[in-house]
């Protein structure tokens, strides 16, 4: 089975040593990228650890086909314990950074430790610098990247950077790269701000030769520049009038299922926004998307559709420049765009009213990511924050809700339900085969859960091999099982069997933080069946009927720190 090579780099920025480590039995097993990360998490990490403490440790990882010039392959992993869901998770984030890190010729870097001064910390294949930046205090990432250009020549490209929400410890704060590129999700940019790191950068001319099979590459690559998606005008937003016409775009925090100006901020209003296209390294695909505002002359990237939805729909926003400005400042303070709209959300429905004024909005989002005033309170996300403000709980373990309702794709709900990352829609993307986005022969019903759980684990199986790879997710309808088996060198069912154990083990280490089917059963919405078809999921995966993992599934159960720390 192909994985990733080299050393695992340690980085303890609490002495500010480093060592290197052969964890070559784990590459061989877990692939890369969330594979080889959430091993050595479970069991370095622990499981009684503080999020915010020194003893937390986050993970950087490539996969072999970063070694490619494949597209879709400009995707990197990271994980840790995360301080909104107070579990195990995994970020990955696209952009250009996966090569420099690759380059380094380590496969994982391990950070552990805290830091007493705010710290940059620069690495190469010769070494790793320590650099004091008091200077960078509360910065945004913009004035941080520039700051790097300017001292070191390094680019955005090469950085992985927390603004000041990592800094104040936001419960979804995230690490930003490539500008607007973001591991987003679950607040790993407050694992590294609580470690007082404001960025890492990586370079070198060490990257590991891997052999990937050229002609599905080849394949691969030529789909992707002469694919019609609609992916390449208009990103993810493409779905949002799937979505409305459904009734599956959460709308005035969740109270509604559509949204009757959704073209004022979907499809349409990208296409009269969007100014040049772009992309993530290596990629043909192109479906990233620079906006312009040609009146102000205001440019940024994006909004995708989860923030159409968590700061348009969700807050009564038809404004697509508001949006632009909403999603430029979550970039610039480093923070989530879903958690943060969400939460948004929560307070202006306790308050029932600012709905709609993208000035609040705006001086809202600052104040989340500065811990002023209310947003100290939204600052810790909807599940600790929603008795005090008098709304419903729209979270699930810890995190807020994507788009995608279950309420109307009862699959997604039921996958919401398992997700060992909570209400995250890129966990199993059910959603796509009930809106369907795929061919009718894949599709399934969009009602009902009863039957669904042996699909649900192979898409989530399916997905943590592509997370491992590391492969960006637009990839799916260019990769059939035989160019999978190909490409990784494995046969398709030992593939989902490293996605089954991968999936597991955040499971266990998520139980030992006392997490079982209670946590699953708590949607805060109805789902006809949940109860028997999650036990009908927990069968199909061999774990007990409270939702918790038997011991022996997994190969030792503590997670003790390595002798030499």
Known sequence: ?????????????????TDEEDVGDVLESFIGGRGVGTKLAH???????????????????TGPLQASRMSFTGRMSATALSPLTNGLLSSNAGGFMSRPFAATGYSVVEVTGASDELLGVHVTDEGVEFVECPALEQQGVDDTIAHLKAEYDIDDTQAAIVGPAGENRVRFASIITSEHRAFGRGGLGAVLGAKNIKYLTFDGDSAPEIEIDAEVSATVHKEAAESGSPMKDVGTVSVSSYANAV????????????????????????????YKKATCSQCAFACKLPTKDEETGFTTEGPEYETVMSFGSNLLEDDFVALMKSNDLCD?????????????????ASEDEGWGDSELVHDLIEKVAYREGI???????????????????WSMKGMEFSAHDGRTLNGQGLAFATSNRGAD????????????????????????????????????????VH??????????????????????????????????????????FNNARGMDRDDDEALPYELEGLSEELSNYYDLRDWNDDGTVPDANVEGTGSPAPADD
């Open 1 to 17: 089975m192909l994985h990733t090579q080299g050393p695992l780099l340690r980085i303890d920025v609490g002495s500010r040593e």
């Open 332 to 348: 610039d303070l480093g923070m989530d765009t879903i958690s943060c709209g969400d939460v948004i959300g929560a307070y202006i």
């Open 247 to 274: 009734g599956a775009l959460p709308t005035k925090y969740f109270s509604e299922l559509s949204y009757d100006r959704v073209d004022d901020i979907g499809g349409p209003a990208v296409v009269e926004h969007k």
């Open 425 to 464: 829609h890129m966990y199993a993307e059910m959603y796509q085969l009930e809106y369907p986005l795929v061919a009718p022969k894949k599709a399934l019903d969009k009602e009902g859960v009863a039957g669904k759980s042996e699909r649900l684990v192979e898409q989530e199986n399916k997905n943590a």
């Open 467 to 508: 997370d491992a790879g590391v492969l960006c997710k637009f990839s799916t309808s260019n990769m059939s099982e035989e160019r999978y088996e190909a490409l990784l060198d494995a046969d398709w069912e030992e593939l989902l069997a490293v996605g089954g154990r991968i999936v597991e083990l955040e499971r266990h």
């Open 375 to 393: 947003g100290d309170t939204l600052a810790e996300g909807v599940a600790r924050c929603h008795e005090e403000l008098g709304v419903e709980n």
């Open 43 to 61: 069991d370095r990490i622990p499981f009684d650890a503080d999020p915010f403490g020194p003893e937390n440790r986050l993970y950087f990882a």
